[in-house]
């Protein structure tokens, strides 16, 4: 590696999320333009920076990679350095914090979700400059409102419910899809909506499978013969998570469950007419070429990490809040989530177009 | 309804398939236009013409829905009329022809799969005049090589893939994707060959399931950490049908079960280090708006029918065989099944350029 | 019509823009589940009104609407009732108010860009209860930070520029790829940005040839052997407009000008070794499905304008500000224009990871 | 470059064209893995065998490229060495055999159009072991029902006048769109059929604007308030290519042309009452990611080249005749053009369900 006055390392942690590789080329290409920086790629997450898995990254290496999917980095769901998988879940930051200081480095990017960002705050705790970029489709990060990843989930999402209600539409089906989103849902919310969804759940209303077969039937009783139901993977019905585990465990014919969406289906097998068909939209919701939303968001975010690591604002996560860019410290961020609330504009226009969340009234919900 | 001289019905039998109402379209445009005729939508397929529930479709009907997905008919999977559900499985094909003759048909154009034209083939015995149009997203009819509503089953599968090729790239996974094919592998192929899948696992070649982790752990051992399995859901290990379903009923966590790709990634788990995900892409594969090809052979298998019907060319199905329109006889085409055979071009291709089939030869094989 | 407590009219203004037919759904849906109101499509925009071309819209024409482009209700980019195209310009505004009364109109949501507000501001002036919603593929309007159709725009334009992009790449061209936005940027700074464009023209900063040359020859210089330069119809050339039409009255060659795309094309072709191909991407930015994005903002913005008319907040129109809903009144909209600012965040983000707009600094601009 | 027992050169002549790294990936792949072959990369088609401008490609090279556009060995539409545009029209032909024989090739896989394959005849006439691979999106070379890139320009150009259809509906317009096409309207012809389009001309049937006018105008007259228009590049009016170029030059508004869609629509403004606009589609139509159906073909074509190189099949084109591949003789399909033949399954099922081709009746055509 050269005498670079200014070298810094960039990883992507957690899960898969498209613009991974447009924040990249984003922070690289900024910091090489207009500080003439030295970029070290950090491969697999954390674990490069335990085990000083690292290569430089040369201009040639981040053109061309706005669009793709996936990171050019690699990336690792498990590698925490103070829980560290392939050694017994040992804490070896020091080691983490080794490579740091060994290869040199001014500064840290780090892109991903909230606990990405919760190993972060405790790294900067540990010396390291780190500036974090926010990583989540699920878009269920506390201190912006806005995730790259998020729109593109959200159009998969989207497309896929399209295909979906023409064959409902045909063929008199209730169509049951789940979208991800384990603890919020930003997906199967603006999904839905985007799709003419009829009925949405979310973790953030439990559900009433009463409610929800009525809503079905009157619909199929008034000529509608067919039902669209966005569910988030994460929803659950009246009584609770318990209630799912118990039901599984169970389940006579255990074959047909496997996921909240299968177990509403069977739920409402016998509580309405028309036949009830499930799809699990599943990984394809996280992978492939952003929208061209998220590669401005994601070049967005980079070039503005880029700056905050020149400008030496250390310990901070770019954010988006209230229409502008600004940041948030990382302890504000970790471990946190952010749902949806009952005040949300579009929550609120679904209702008001007829879209059912599966309770008569929202008066007795959870957030 | 009017004294028109030549009067046609139409109905769509089966499942949904993109590129039934291209195919409605262009036969009642084709005979209202050359040969003033009036034509009698049958709601519902079959069910329709055995309750009499039915409409005069007129030109501005047929107009706008060329791109459109599912079928402004509607269509039943189940309504027989040798052993119809809604009356204990009776036989009332006389109701059936009564409909027929009351409505003054001079012809009937059924659009549908294998079941449908077996159906057709008994009502046109009956004295129905009785043209087919060949329909199924699996291109598994025989009597055609071509299907509509298959290239765009492909296209959907093909891009979902390419957003799962990202994330296993990038996360290092065996990726298990399971498509729609029963009987036949022909999306499994397509879609795999098109998206670059390392293993595609179909029925018609029963898989090895240590050759199969041979393969994904031979990638990963050279350096490519990753490996997209393509999987027809009708695709069997060594064993065959059986062993699935035994295997089934024994699991001791049958949650993680519920459809071969499931089953084979249970399978994966132990054999391979990288961790294994599965899709099932399901029904989104057979919805939505048809692609171009798909809307063009659709048209053309429309505007010949309507041809056959004012030449009374009667008990056929319009067909596309190397690479040209001809017709078969209905009693050709019932209840078969057409498969992909070992010397298929593309199967070959995918071969020479290392797509595994599961199998370390493919001699030991079925068809 | 009956006799409904609550009634109201829509229309829609001006060009065509993808989410026209979500907003008529979301408002006339709000309207009849929350208010039992009556609605009133009106016909062609303001023509429908001064010529009393409407109709009733029951809720199922409204159903199935949201996912397709264009507008239901038809539009007129001319009906001005101040100035009649079809009366020698006459100023027919009391004929407007005519079946503003006869039809018994409790209000009026009109959709439209800043010359349908500013009509809209004339007539409730005259005594209209108006809420407006505002509409431009070009995201020009003052008042709101965005727009819907906008996302659907810079969707299409960035898969073009993809598209393109590839072509530059393997023959080594300059790409000269030209979008809408006449007084604006906003589309082919999205549009660039998103689609990795080196250059990007924007009316809000006149270019210099001879710049825009040196940094395609340099990239050629340096390896890179192809350009993309994203231009706005309405960019010009330092000199400004004045120049562009001199130049293309005296112009040799007229055959190759007709935009300033052509233009830009023509007077590089001498400047750079690589050939030099032009594409206007026209029509095809404003019609078709809109994207999830424009879907949800459009049925947000329908919700909320139906709750305004609700609560008799007139002369408003419905906005987004600082990542919240709000209003504003028509007055403050009405012939305005929103430019691409140069503290823009994406403008600087672009600079930053290198993209060229056209000066060799940008201190000498004009917004 | 080892000393591999078997070596064969690939290029890629003429424009660019969706599924030229497809079929290279699968040349070189087949190869490489069934006989061990060395593969060598000549840059920028012809040109590169003339200056010796080469590069072996290992297997990293051709992995990850199935679903790109463009082409990873660069491509000159002009390199030709019977007349090298660089040595002024000098033939060099000798210095590429010199290339050929230098480094030692036991053949050579040239994948272009005509011009491609009239050069790849001579060079095999001087010795040169070739196998020729069928490139064109326009669909109109002979020796081969189908070509890739084909179906991926039908389906940009369906998209984009799907997008217009909407627009042309809701604001009353005749839309003109040009596609690409300059000697036989195959792109013209698929893309217009699938989309719905109402007009579509095509170089094979000289149009007569009075009968264009007249069925736009019918469509007004009846309550149709819109009509499309498809219309290929090199589509003429009755009177032929002539008639054109002096139209152009006398043309008092020479800006509004530049084109024969323009021309159409300068010619329609005068004789319909709508609106008349028109979109050049231009080279979204060659770039980006091959449809799935593409994607297949190229990989078919490039086993079965990589196959005949290996057998020794030297001096033919690999071909898909009547629904099977096959091969014909380079000489065979050198500087000839398969156009759209009156008989044509497509074209006839247009007419039949109302399409017109711009001629009232088509007795009097040329093809």
């Known amino acids: 590696m050269n005498s670079a006055s200014f070298r810094v390392g960039i990883l992507t942690g957690g899960g898969d999320c498209p613009g991974l590789n447009a924040v990249i080329r984003a922070v690289a290409k900024s910091l090489m333009l207009q500080h003439d920086a030295e970029i070290i790629g950090i491969r697999d997450g954390f674990q490069g920076l335990i085990e000083r898995h690292v290569e430089p990254l040369e201009y040639v290496d981040v053109s061309g990679i706005l669009t793709r999917g996936g990171t050019i980095l690699g990336a690792s769901n498990k590698a925490n350095p103070f829980s560290y998988y392939r050694r017994g879940n040992a804490d070896v930051s020091a080691e983490a914090l080794k490579t740091y200081q060994g290869l040199g480095l001014d500064g840290l990017v780090t892109i991903g979700g909230d606990g990405t960002m919760s190993i972060a705050h405790r790294l900067a705790e540990m010396g390291m400059n780190i500036v974090g970029v926010p990583k989540t489709i699920d878009n ?34 209730v169509m049951v899809v789940e979208t991800m989103g384990r603890y919020a849902g930003w997906i199967a919310l603006h999904a839905g909506t985007a799709s003419g969804a009829d009925i949405i759940l979310i973790p953030e209303i439990d559900y009433d499978v009463e409610e929800v077969a009525r809503v079905c039937q009157t619909r199929e009783d008034s000529g509608q013969r067919f039902t669209i139901i966005a569910i988030a993977e994460g929803a659950t019905p009246v009584g609770g998570e318990m209630a799912v585990r118990e039901r599984i465990e169970d389940s006579p014919d255990p074959l047909r469950l496997g996921g909240i969406g299968n177990m509403l289906a069977h739920d409402l097998k016998d509580r309405v007419t028309s036949a009830v068909r499930t799809t699990i939209l599943g990984h394809v919701q996280r992978g492939g070429s952003p929208t061209a939303y998220d590669r401005n968001l994601s070049t967005t975010f980079g070039a503005m990490a880029a700056k905050m690591m020149a400008d030496g604002q250390f310990g901070r996560m770019v954010a988006y809040q209230n229409g502008g860019f600004t940041s948030v410290p990382l302890s504000d961020v970790a471990d946190k989530t952010r749902t949806v609330g009952l005040d949300n504009p579009l929550l609120r226009s679904a209702l008001a177009v007829g879209t059912s969340f599966g309770q008569k009234d929202l008066s007795n919900i959870k957030s």
Chains 1, 2, 3, 4 share one sequence.
């Open 140 to 173: 269920d990060l506390v201190g912006t409102d806005e995730t790259f990843g998020f729109d593109t989930a959200v159009s998969i999402a989207t497309d896929a419910m399209d295909r979906i209600h023409t064959t409902a539409q045909s063929h008199h089906r």
